[in-house]
């Protein structure tokens, strides 16, 4: 049994770390009776958000109902589910009758593909006749309408002196001994994140009945190998066997490691080869999936194999010369400031405005294929047509390209897609061009754009693009059948 679930907290008083966050939890719920406001619950993943939510449910003995932003897809879900809710409350009237409603990720509810999502559930959160709990690990990806109706309550990361007791705990309980140091490791290696350091302790000890220091390391590595000679030996001189053998050495996780190769492999590779150590990569990748659905780390053989062996078998001919391979770069700097975020962010509203799709989506769907596409300008025919299709200037392209702003490249590449976009505005039909300047004047069909949603200034820069597509969705229709007229568009080239 997963040791996650076996010693989830079943009270308040189990949660460990964040004793201020869970105080005001309790307090939230003591006295929702005078302020009837919903409340979320933020932080990083493995912190005990959503362990909080039911213990406190479980305290309080209010039985719980149970949501799932992202699997909500329509208003009418929400909407049953909310009558449910308050309808339960009218039942028993008062006190016992009191159910927790539980709303996960609350802050990945799609603009587009759940049309007025957002709004749901904030109507949800501001009449359901029960207390909410929202649990989101990135406040500011939610709707700054949906936060404003929540009170909100931050968990930080569990430290490792809270995360110890508790790995501790475990190993008397599953008859496991050990030492102090190991456990010191496990939770030094997961910094703060409690559930993971849970799931190493497991497939530590999985079929022994004792963990050593020695152990925590030795699982991982033994003599550790830079990352840029191992991507030497994958990517330019290895066979199959030595790749896969060196891999060993190597100081990266699965997950990590197979980023970095597929970061780095177009630089030496083209063609067949490339698409072959794709199609390894991406087979790589299955199995990483099925070790996060399954828990089951004994899979990560195979996406070891597939991404170290599989890559090394790719290569059609031998590689000379020296490359500089850098770090997983355009995915890790995702996110890190909020200079980054606004471009990125910027970058996905353009396509999400132009193909019709919600922001979510061209985040994380479109603009990783956009990535490896125009992957350093090599393919300057088609990183000219995005640049042009999406209306993006130097910053734009080098984030997406992963090339330097002030290259001659990606500038002549901007002015290239300046003069096509001038090109095409001539050329393009008067009802294309009304469709096209209706998304930049005419969507502020509601409320939802009176706060300064341009994103210029904003703090929030993804909050308020996404209700700019809720905004602006028959626009954004429109713009969908226009591209079939002639514009450019990510769809030609896929
Ligand atoms: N603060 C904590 N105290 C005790 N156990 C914890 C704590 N945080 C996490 N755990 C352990 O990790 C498991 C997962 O925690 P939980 O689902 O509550 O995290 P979360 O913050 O909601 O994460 P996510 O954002 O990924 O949903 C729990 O079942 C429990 O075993």
Redesign the pocket.
């Known amino acids: 049994m997963d040791?996650?679930?076996k010693?989830?907290?079943s009270t308040l008083a189990?949660?460990?770390?964040?004793d201020k966050a869970r105080d005001a939890f309790e307090e939230w719920a003591d006295s929702w009776e005078d302020h009837r406001e919903a409340v979320v619950l933020h932080?990083?993943?493995?912190?005990?958000?959503?362990?909080?939510a039911h213990a406190l449910a479980n305290d309080k003995g209010w039985p719980t109902i149970e949501l799932n932003a992202s699997d909500a897809r329509t208003k009418d879900v929400i909407e049953r589910v909310a009558g449910e809710a308050a309808r339960s409350g009218t039942l028993s009237q008062g006190g016992s009758g009191r159910r927790l409603v539980v709303m996960?990720e609350a802050d990945n509810i799609h603009g587009n593909a759940d049309r007025g999502g957002t709004r749901a559930v904030t109507s949800l959160v501001k009449e359901a006749d029960q207390p909410v709990v929202l649990?989101a690990?990135d406040f500011y990806e939610m709707s700054k309408g949906l936060r404003n109706a929540c009170r909100e309550i931050e968990?930080r990361e569990?430290s490792t002196r809270s995360i110890v007791p508790?790995l501790r705990d475990i190993c008397r309980k599953e008859s496991i001994e050990f030492e102090d140091d190991a456990l010191d490791r496990i939770a030094e290696m997961n910094s703060g994140d409690?559930?993971g350091a849970?799931k190493d302790l497991q497939a530590l000890t999985e079929g022994r009945g004792s963990i050593e220091a020695e152990d925590v390391i030795t699982g991982e590595r033994d003599t550790t190998q830079g990352i840029f000679e191992y991507l030497d030996v994958v990517i330019k001189e290895g066979d199959a066997e030595t790749a896969l053998k060196s891999s060993y050495d190597v100081d990266e996780t699965p997950d990590d490691l197979i980023n970095w190769i597929a970061d780095n492999v177009p630089k030496d590779f083209e063609g067949a080869e490339l698409a072959r150590a794709y199609g390894a990569l991406a087979r790589a990748d299955q199995w990483l999936g099925r070790v996060r659905a399954t828990q089951n780390y004994s899979f990560w053989k195979y996406a070891g194999d597939n991404m170290t062996a599989g890559v090394a078998a790719a290569r059609g001919e031998q590689k000379g010369g020296w490359t500089r391979y850098g770090p997983p770069s355009y995915w890790s700097k995702l996110g890190r400031t909020k200079g980054t975020r606004k471009t990125r962010d910027y970058i996905a509203r353009e396509i999400a405005t132009r193909n019709g799709t919600s922001i979510s989506t061209a985040r994380r769907e479109i603009m990783p294929f956009l990535a490896t596409m125009t992957h350093h300008c090599k393919n300057r025919e088609l990183t000219v047509a995005m640049a042009a299709a999406y209306d993006l200037d130097a910053s734009h392209v080098s984030f997406i390209t992963g090339s330097g702003e002030d290259t001659n490249k990606v500038q002549s590449i901007v002015k290239d897609a300046q003069e096509l976009r001038d090109d095409e505005t001539v050329a393009a039909s008067g009802e294309a061009f009304a469709g096209r300047s209706g998304v930049d004047s005419e969507g502020t069909d509601g409320d939802e754009r009176t706060d300064g949603t341009d994103g210029e200034d904003s703090a929030t820069p993804s909050d308020s693009s996404s209700e700019t597509v809720d905004g602006t969705e028959a626009t954004v229709e429109e713009n969908q059948s226009d591209e079939d007229d002639g514009q450019t568009g990510l769809s030609d080239f896929m």
């Open positions: 040791w996650t679930e010693y989830r907290p189990e949660v460990r770390g964040n932080g990083s993943p493995g912190v005990g958000k959503t362990s909080a996960d649990i690990n968990f569990v508790v409690l559930r849970i």
